[in-house]
């Protein structure tokens, strides 16, 4: 889906979520105490929000939210996000990715 592919380059943090997950919550969270600014796409919320989520399906995301993106490069969901949080390369991606400054 080419729409996907610009949705995911557009912005250097962007994060494929549902309001009825308590793991895309702890993602966003996550992120936004950083002091990351990423594009969230609400699946659930969205027109298309179905169409896009079989979309992340066929990139081998499973499950299919949370999912990150990061300078246009698939990270993954909760677990990838966390593993890279914890030691403590999830902070350089950010930086080189744009998104982070400090």
Known sequence: MENLQKM???KSVVIFSKNSCCMS????TLFLDFGVNPTIYELDEINRGREIEQALAQLGCSPTVPVV???GQL???ANQVMSLHLNRSLV?????????WL
Do not use: D, S
């Open 75 to 77: 990270v993954g969901g």
């Open 25 to 28: 919550h702890t993602i966003k």
């Open 8 to 10: 995911i380059t557009e």
């Open 69 to 71: 993106f990061i300078g």
């Open 92 to 100: 350089p991606m950010l930086k080189r990715a744009g998104a982070l």
